[in-house]
């Protein structure tokens, strides 16, 4: 059967006056949407715009066009700040994180919520618990931790801990999303001769996908933008990742604020990408919706 | 037989991994953190074990209390203000349009942002002098409104909120949109039969369908306004007068600033006990509501 | 069945096995990486770290990155792990590193109570040998600039900079239009204030979000011109001098009554010291009173133009004040501290390189940087911003007077700065007085 999305329906049996009315509300409604669009994307333009101002500008007119554009911020911001490499480093570590909090959280909510056991309650507690602890307070404990594990100054130092922190998260969402879906699915498949693993592969992981999306641009914009962890359990020039580097141009009373925006505007560009990346799959779940009505 | 043995093992290897990894670097963190919490330690040299102490001085503090209200109004404020225009926003912005594409990456936008441009545009907003409150106000002949909004302590904390509100609905939305994704059509063409107007449909359908969801997200509103401070410290640095102060900026100037890393552990302890108070609280109240 | 049961179970117990070979693999190399650290002479080269947050684009950064370079050159057989951590967390990975007791072989400190935790904590040993080895480079610090570095008649560190906290900019055009005096008494201040007032211009730009700046900048010099250094350092110990003494409440009564005559821009509580130095370079205020760190602020900031208005000068005296008025708050700023545990050939090294990263050419390179050093340096008028060199003699023709926060314990420096604000807001000196005292009488246990 071929579905039209629902909105759109056209409704038919109103009739001309009513039909002028609703034109109208859904013109005011478009837009006030689009104003307030262009509200939420302010800080966004705000940024870039004044990535290329110098510092003098940045103070004295800050909401103008730079009058000269300085591109030249990005160069100086790049080489400082050693954003190359840092850029690398946090792709790396929030791209595996990423992977990790998916798997491991997806099969969490497969099992919390599909399936019945003794200890379920408690386990849901321990993740709400995870959930309320300031980092900050942890810090201390995790790094003399991770230095008894020999892992302080690697990557897993930082995906470890980023997994463990964002697991709760992926838990809960993913739980909820899943409760919603009819139990007969899996039990189709149970008949169907898959196994556990099975319906976990063919039939959760593809059904909670936009949850796993959602999960997903929360989880990297965390990952990406982590400033606590990645200053304390990384020594190595080399693994640094860039939140460090944003915040290189201060001297602890003043900021360079046309370098630091510049290299803001560059860290900044991944995670935009992810969320277009994810948003279009976290509509997927309509599409294949759709497809089956 | 061999079909419960086999979820038992399926249980307990699918877990395993996800719960080590959970137990290992947060479960046993806040363990340790709780324990340096009885100590009178300066996060150097030797502590001294001084049993509740830490915890009776914080909870005689009445800059804790104070923040911990300012807490709960930024709680009180995420719950009222996000997540329901969250909700509406996800309701109307459902579909794939190039239109609706837009708008909802456009919401979402603000998150993707540092908190320090927010802080600073917004400051400049709220800017005593130049700001573009102020100025709108006298304009449009409300003069006698103008105010010190992040400089008096009578009324910071809201306008504190109103960015804090603004900048954080896009988890929201997306939560709220996947979770709509698994109403199927057919349920909402039904209802369309039905005759159901839009209103109702929401409250009938929707809601129900997703209250997991709302559940979750409630959790995540608590939990994350009782950490969250960091636009709220680049607005006010907490202050003046401590009067924009929260408990993980309190938390955190006692660890790392006073140097009295014991009383900051146990603080830390405490806003886990209060955000646990909390997130029962709200999920005994749901689930009477849910009941009804 | 089983079999694919079985495949997964491998699969997933796989998985783990990556997790822990991850952390695993990894073990060995921060194991030999840190067995290199210790033992120093087991390997060929010497290993040796140093932490510092001189890490953004500003002259006096690059300026010590350079010290720090040259000794790389010229030391290739030791390996030297240098960090520039920025300044925004530097005080928490430090803070986190010493609880775990990590600490690098050489790292920045603050002078003060920063330092003096570090040694309170016995995570620190002195360098007072190397000073007495270079005794040109020891002689020429301006006499008392390693007291706050000192403990016990050892020296812990030798400043990197120096710190002046007080200093009374103004603008040169506003004071001539409205014809108004620089004030030299606290009568012709109010007088000043008033007058620009009067013609709708700010009197004092003042930005004290951060809430340190009205104690660091104004109340530690105000409050020595009237109650004198004597009773502050008193106070400090708590014996024989309270907080709550009346001399204490008059200096905060005077805060309170530039505060009340709005002498302030409006919302001064919610500006931070960027936009009060932006405020006041621009024109919009005809005062300021800022630290050293203001003048390259305001030339970062600031038109050449702008720049040219400003002047410099103390604060004025107060009637029947206790203290010197020919004086302003400054000090030793940090230096580098030496970790307890480098012996050895590490330990010459990390001795080697505090010499090079804060000895005689350090010290002028830094001063060259338009910061402020508290050594004898025969500073180039042409190499300096022309405002720098004014402040630097100005700084250097005073009397240095303490820095709250760098003797008060960190809890009675938290109680003055929000005190300030509170003060700001309507607060009475005398509450405000007794909370300071509190919080300094409970941190040394009195």
């Known amino acids: 059967?071929?579905?039209?999305?629902?909105?759109?329906?056209?409704?038919?049996?109103?009739?001309?006056?009513?039909?002028?009315?609703?034109?109208?509300?859904?013109?005011?409604?478009?837009?006030?949407?689009?104003?307030?669009?262009?509200?939420?994307?302010?800080?966004?333009?705000?940024?870039?715009?004044?990535?290329?101002?110098?510092?003098?500008?940045?103070?004295?007119?800050?909401?103008?066009?730079?009058?000269?554009?300085?591109?030249?911020?990005?160069?100086?911001?790049?080489?400082?700040?050693?954003?190359?490499?840092?850029?690398?480093?946090?792709?790396?570590?929030?791209?595996?994180?990423?992977?990790?909090?998916?798997?491991?959280?997806?099969?969490?909510?497969?099992?919390?919520?599909?399936?019945?056991?003794?200890?379920?309650?408690?386990?849901?507690?321990?993740?709400?618990?995870?959930?309320?602890?300031?980092?900050?307070?942890?810090?201390?404990?995790?790094?003399?931790?991770?230095?008894?594990?020999?892992?302080?100054?690697?990557?897993?130092?930082?995906?470890?801990?980023?997994?463990?922190?964002?697991?709760?998260?992926?838990v809960f969402v993913i739980a909820a999303y899943l409760t919603s879906v009819p139990k007969e699915l899996e039990e189709a498949a149970m008949i169907d001769g898959n196994g556990y693993w099975g319906i976990f592969y063919r039939i959760i992981v593809p059904l909670a996908v936009p949850a796993m999306a959602t999960v997903s641009i929360l989880g990297f914009l965390r990952f990406w933008n982590d400033f606590a962890f990645a200053l304390v359990f990384i020594n190595k020039q080399a693994l640094k990742t860039l939140p460090l580097s944003l915040s290189m141009f201060s001297d602890g009373y003043g900021t360079d604020?046309?370098?630091?925006?510049?290299?803001?505007?560059?860290?900044?560009?991944?995670?935009?990408?992810?969320?277009?990346l994810f948003q279009n799959q976290i509509m997927k779940g309509m599409v294949a919706g759709a497809v089956k009505g | 037989?061999?079909?419960?043995?086999?979820?038992?093992?399926?249980?307990?290897?699918?877990?395993?991994?996800?719960?080590?990894?959970?137990?290992?670097?947060?479960?046993?963190?806040?363990?340790?953190?709780?324990?340096?919490?009885?100590?009178?330690?300066?996060?150097?040299?030797?502590?001294?074990?001084?049993?509740?102490?830490?915890?009776a001085e914080a909870l005689k503090d009445p800059i804790f209390w104070r923040a911990l209200k300012n807490n709960l109004i930024i709680v009180a404020a995420s719950i009222l203000g996000q997540l329901p225009i969250a909700l509406l926003l996800s309701l109307i912005l459902r579909k794939s349009t190039l239109f609706h594409r837009f708008v909802r990456s456009a919401v979402f936008m603000p998150m993707v942002v540092s908190s320090i441009v927010i802080g600073l545009i917004?400051?400049?907003?709220?800017?005593?002098?130049?700001?573009?409150?102020?100025?709108?106000?006298?304009?449009?002949?409300?003069?006698?409104?103008?105010?010190?909004?992040?400089?008096?302590?009578?009324?910071?904390?809201?306008?504190?909120?109103?960015?804090?509100?603004?900048?954080?609905?896009?988890?929201?939305?997306?939560?709220?949109?996947?979770?709509?994704?698994?109403?199927?059509?057919?349920?909402?063409?039904?209802?369309?039969?039905?005759?159901?107007?839009?209103?109702?449909?929401?409250?009938?359908?929707?809601?129900?369908?997703?209250?997991?969801?709302?559940?979750?997200?409630?959790?995540?509103?608590?939990?994350?306004?009782?950490?969250?401070?960091?636009?709220?410290?680049?607005?006010?640095?907490?202050?003046?007068?401590?009067?924009?102060?929260?408990l993980a900026t309190y938390m955190y100037n006692n660890t790392f600033e006073i140097y009295r890393y014991g009383y900051g552990s146990a603080v830390s302890t405490l806003i886990i006990i209060i955000s646990m108070i909390l997130v029962l609280g709200s999920q005994v109240l749901m689930r009477k509501r849910g009941m009804e | 069945m089983k079999k694919k049961t079985l495949a997964i179970t491998a699969c997933t117990t796989a998985m783990t096995l990556l997790l822990a070979a991850c952390g695993g693999g990894n073990t060995g190399n921060s194991g030999t990486a840190e067995e290199g650290n210790k033992a120093g002479t087991a390997s060929p080269k010497i290993k040796l770290s140093i932490w510092h947050n001189f890490s953004g684009d500003d002259l006096r950064a690059k300026a010590?990155?350079?010290?720090?370079?040259?000794?790389?050159?010229?030391?290739?057989?030791?390996?030297?792990?240098?960090?520039?951590?920025?300044?925004?967390?530097?005080?928490?990975?430090?803070?986190?590193?010493a609880a775990a007791d990590e600490m690098p072989d050489v790292f920045f400190t603050q002078s003060g109570t920063s330092i003096k935790e570090f040694y309170d904590g016995g995570l620190i040993q002195p360098i007072t040998s190397l000073l007495d080895e270079h005794p040109e480079w020891k002689n020429n610090f301006i006499p008392g600039s390693l007291d706050t570095l000192s403990f016990n008649g050892e020296v812990y560190a030798t400043p990197l900079s120096g710190s002046a906290t007080s200093f009374l900019f103004y603008n040169k055009s506003l004071?001539?239009?409205?014809?108004?005096?620089?004030?030299?008494?606290?009568?012709?201040?109010?007088?000043?204030?008033?007058?620009?007032?009067?013609?709708?211009?700010?009197?004092?730009?003042?930005?004290?979000?951060?809430?340190?700046?009205?104690?660091?900048?104004?109340?530690?010099?105000?409050?020595?011109?009237?109650?004198?250094?004597?009773?502050?350092?008193?106070?400090?110990?708590?014996?024989?001098?309270?907080?709550?003494?009346?001399?204490?409440?008059?200096?905060?009564?005077?805060?309170?009554?530039?505060?009340?005559?709005?002498?302030?821009?409006?919302?001064?509580?919610?500006?931070?010291?960027?936009?009060?130095?932006?405020?006041?370079?621009?024109?919009?205020?005809?005062?300021?009173?800022?630290?050293?760190?203001?003048?390259?602020?305001?030339?970062?900031?600031?038109?050449?133009?702008?720049?040219?208005?400003?002047?410099?000068?103390?604060?004025?005296?107060?009637?029947?004040?206790?203290?010197?008025?020919?004086?302003?708050?400054?000090?030793?700023g940090g230096g580098l501290a030496l970790s307890k545990r480098a012996t050895g050939d590490q330990l010459k090294a990390a001795l080697e390189l505090i010499y090079t990263v804060s000895g005689p050419d350090a010290m002028k390179a830094i001063a060259g940087s338009n910061s402020i050093v508290t050594y004898n340096v025969d500073l180039d008028e042409s190499q300096v911003m022309p405002l720098f060199y004014k402040a630097y003699n100005l700084y250097k023709s005073v009397k240095l007077t303490p820095v709250y926060d760098a003797y008060l314990t960190s809890s009675a420096t938290e109680a003055v700065n929000n005190g300030l604000q509170e003060l700001s807001m309507g607060g009475k000196p005398e509450d405000i007085a007794k909370k300071i005292q509190d919080a300094q009488a409970r941190d040394l246990g009195k």
């Open chain 1, 257 to 276: 604020y046309s370098l630091t925006m510049a290299a803001m505007s560059i860290a900044v560009i991944p995670t935009i990408i992810i969320y277009l």
């Open chain 3, 175 to 332: 004071f001539e239009k409205y014809n108004v005096k620089v004030p030299t008494t606290w009568d012709e201040m109010m007088t000043a204030v008033k007058t620009f007032n009067d013609n709708k211009i700010t009197p004092i730009s003042l930005g004290n979000k951060a809430s340190w700046l009205a104690q660091s900048s104004i109340i530690s010099s105000l409050a020595d011109r009237v109650t004198g250094t004597d009773w502050f350092k008193k106070a400090v110990n708590q014996d024989g001098a309270k907080f709550t003494d009346p001399e204490f409440v008059q200096a905060l009564t005077y805060f309170k009554q530039l505060s009340d005559a709005k002498a302030f821009q409006p919302g001064f509580n919610s500006l931070d010291n960027t936009q009060m130095e932006q405020y006041f370079v621009e024109g919009k205020a005809a005062m300021m009173i800022d630290g050293a760190w203001a003048l390259t602020n305001m030339a970062a900031s600031g038109t050449e133009e702008q720049l040219n208005q400003v002047d410099v000068t103390i604060l004025p005296s107060v009637p029947g004040g206790k203290g010197d008025p020919k004086s302003m708050s400054g000090g030793s």
């Open chain 2, 122 to 246: 917004w400051g400049y907003i709220y800017h005593p002098q130049i700001g573009i409150l102020n100025v709108l106000l006298e304009q449009i002949g409300l003069s006698s409104w103008i105010r010190d909004w992040l400089g008096d302590p009578s009324i910071n904390m809201y306008s504190v909120s109103a960015p804090v509100i603004w900048a954080n609905i896009g988890p929201y939305l997306i939560i709220f949109l996947s979770a709509i994704q698994n109403i199927s059509s057919d349920v909402e063409e039904a209802a369309k039969i039905d005759g159901a107007i839009k209103g109702k449909w929401l409250y009938l359908i929707v809601i129900p369908m997703i209250w997991d969801t709302i559940k979750v997200a409630i959790v995540l509103c608590i939990s994350g306004s009782l950490k969250a401070f960091d636009l709220i410290f680049v607005m006010t640095g907490g202050g003046p007068a401590q009067s924009t102060e929260l």
């Open chain 1, 1 to 170: 059967m071929k579905t039209i999305a629902p909105g759109r329906v056209p409704k038919t049996t109103t009739n001309t006056s009513s039909r002028v009315l609703n034109f109208r509300a859904s013109w005011l409604l478009h837009l006030f949407l689009l104003a307030y669009a262009l509200v939420t994307l302010y800080p966004l333009l705000w940024l870039f715009i004044s990535s290329f101002k110098s510092n003098q500008e940045f103070f004295g007119s800050p909401f103008a066009l730079p009058s000269v554009w300085q591109f030249e911020n990005y160069t100086r911001a790049w080489e400082i700040g050693g954003i190359g490499k840092a850029f690398l480093n946090s792709v790396i570590v929030s791209v595996l994180s990423l992977v990790l909090t998916l798997f491991l959280g997806t099969l969490t909510a497969f099992i919390v919520s599909r399936l019945n056991f003794r200890f379920k309650g408690f386990i849901m507690m321990l993740f709400v618990l995870g959930m309320l602890i300031p980092i900050h307070s942890t810090l201390v404990p995790l790094f003399i931790l991770m230095k008894s594990l020999g892992i302080l100054d690697t990557y897993a130092s930082l995906i470890l801990p980023y997994t463990a922190f964002e697991l709760p998260i992926a």
């Open chain 3, 64 to 97: 010590v990155r350079a010290q720090i370079d040259k000794f790389k050159a010229e030391h290739p057989e030791i390996q030297l792990d240098a960090q520039a951590i920025p300044p925004d967390g530097y005080r928490q990975r430090l803070k986190t590193v």
């Open chain 2, 1 to 55: 037989m061999a079909f419960t043995n086999r979820l038992r093992s399926f249980i307990i290897i699918g877990l395993l991994p996800a719960l080590t990894i959970y137990l290992l670097f947060v479960i046993v963190p806040i363990l340790w953190s709780a324990y340096y919490g009885f100590f009178d330690w300066k996060g150097i040299g030797a502590a001294r074990f001084i049993g509740l102490d830490n915890y």
